[in-house]
């Protein structure tokens, strides 16, 4: 019996050996990176991530491999996510999509909290009001009276699932005005039927106002301030709805799957803040309106949690409900 059982240590040992020590944070990553994107290629935040992630790349010495995976409010990129070897080679690129999951699906197993763990956050912005040249408005006062006087005439579109989607919900609840709510598939198709007349309000980045300002009229930022970009445009809060002065609206944050090592996640952590204060990440960000958020991971955590505090009660106000399960 003793025989057999030194044998069996004997082989448990070699096998030990063989595989190799566990690779330490200090050697981490060996191999290429997996970077899950809920959100579709080609969007503003799509770009900014390929212009981080190469930069991120160089510092840690591996390939970062986005994959984009959109669908179900960002869930399926999330689960994925979630769901992965809790070894620093499966993250996620997600925002302000991951604080209202809970909410609008209360039956999924998923809790971001509890989950996944925060690496740190990234970027955040605020979107413009916009409206036709054509529209008689040239104020967000001038807009809500215009809207009162014609009940059911305005249309304001928007990408189903989005941001522009609550923020314009919310702005017709908090003016009590009735404006016609139009869902696109993207935010893109939304613009496009702006400038063909299609319809009269829609809520944009800086990134896509830019190219847009002979044909469209700004009427306010939903930012809590002015954004230091177009300084000419009010705020909601100075047009009188501070209830839409957020701070940021939208935002990004890196994760990691829960029982990701320490030590990884913090040199993680590391590698992102040094990227988001090289001159040619802040270059991407100016170009797309976006302001740098970088932090501790616990600054992270603590900022999702509030966030997952704030936006239920806009979207309950904004008459958003749950998806049905």
Not at 8 to 32: H, K, N
Not at 151 to 162: I, Y
Not at 250 to 269: E, G, Q, S
Request: charged letters at 15%.
């Amino acid at each position: 019996m003793a025989r057999k059982f030194l044998a069996a240590a004997f082989f448990s040992i070699c096998g030990l050996l063989a595989a190799g020590p566990p690779v330490s944070a200090q050697d981490y990553p060996t191999r290429s990176v997996r970077m899950i994107v809920p959100y579709v290629a080609g969007s503003p935040v799509d770009v900014f991530a390929r212009v981080l992630f190469q930069n991120v790349s160089t510092r840690l010495g591996q390939l970062i491999v986005i994959e984009n995976r959109p669908g179900a409010g960002t869930t399926i990129g999330t689960r994925a996510a979630a769901t992965a070897d809790p070894d620093g080679y499966t993250l996620l690129l997600s925002g302000q999509g991951l604080a209202v999951v809970p909410y609008f699906y209360p039956k999924l197993d998923l809790d971001p909290v509890k989950n996944l763990v925060s690496i740190g956050s990234l970027a955040g912005w605020s979107h413009f009001m916009i409206v036709p040249n054509k529209m008689p408005v040239k104020s967000l006062a001038e807009l809500v009276e215009h809207a009162k006087k014609n009940p059911g005439k305005l249309s304001f579109g928007f990408g189903l699932g989005t941001s522009p989607q609550i923020l314009g919900e919310y702005f017709k609840t908090v003016a009590g005005v009735d404006i016609l709510s139009v869902p696109y598939k993207g935010g893109e198709n939304a613009r496009q039927d702006l400038l063909a007349g299609q319809i009269d309000i829609n809520f944009v980045p800086l990134s896509n106002v830019a190219p847009l300002l002979q044909q469209v009229r700004v009427l306010a930022v939903t930012g809590s301030t002015r954004d230091r970009q177009m300084p000419d445009v009010p705020s909601m809060a100075e047009s009188g709805y501070p209830q839409i002065g957020f701070n940021p609206d939208t935002w990004l944050a890196a994760y990691a799957p829960a029982k990701t090592p320490d030590a990884i996640v913090r040199k993680l952590n590391e590698m992102f803040n040094a990227s988001l204060n090289s001159a040619e990440v802040r270059a991407t960000l100016d170009k797309l309106g976006m302001n740098p958020m970088p932090g501790t991971p616990e600054e992270a955590d603590k900022f999702l949690i509030e966030q997952m505090k704030a936006w239920p009660p806009v979207l309950k106000a904004a008459k958003i409900n749950p998806v049905q399960q």
